[in-house]
């Protein structure tokens, strides 16, 4: 049996459109590799920053991480400190944007459609094989549950005595 020219070409635009869409996302992982190089450079020494510092220390609590901000960002007598806590504080601020940039991709990282593809089959694979195992238990356990419907039942010497009663009449019959 050949395939026909229609599925030949559906099956080769689908392969076409996997390979362009593969393309553009190792294009676009090699921006924002570079994107996070050149962010990883600006941010490299942000622990030195006094508001990183202030809104990270976990033992201040957020009244008092308030109160500091704003002393920090209070105005000196001298303009080139204030110039500096500000200049400080924004780089901050884009730090903190950045971050929120990094988590977003992150999220919709993990929305990705081929993800959960590749979860709802690993789903399915459990259920398949849990059900054959079920199903290969089946005689086992109903087994164990006869025993137990007998034991709960208390006629498991009845049955026992009907049983040996049973081989010796079977014997007798011979």
């Known amino acids: 049996m050949s395939e026909s020219s229609a599925q030949r070409k559906k099956k080769t635009s689908v392969e076409e459109l996997t390979q362009q869409y593969s393309q553009r996302q190792s294009s676009s992982s090699k921006q924002e590799s570079k994107q996070e190089q050149a962010a990883s450079q600006q941010f490299s020494n942000i622990e030195s920053n006094p508001f ?6 976990p033992e201040l609590s957020p009244t008092e991480k308030k109160s500091e901000v ?13 110039q500096a806590a500000l ?12 971050e929120r940039k990094n988590m977003a991709r992150q999220i919709i990282e993990l929305t990705d459609t081929e993800t959960f593809a590749e979860l709802k089959d690993v789903y ?6 849990l059900l054959a195992f079920e199903e290969t238990m089946r005689p086992l356990t109903d087994i164990v549950d006869s025993i137990y419907n007998l034991r709960i039942n208390d006629v498991t010497f009845d ?6 009663q049973d081989r010796e009449a079977e014997e007798a019959h011979k």
């Open 52 to 57: 990183f510092k202030i809104i990270l220390n």
């Open 70 to 82: 704003a002393k920090a960002l209070a105005f000196t007598e001298n303009k080139a400190e204030s």
């Open 87 to 98: 200049d400080a504080f924004n780089q901050f601020k884009a730090y903190l944007q950045f």
């Open 124 to 129: 399915a694979e459990i259920n398949d094989s």
């Open 159 to 164: 049955i026992y005595s009907e049983i040996k």
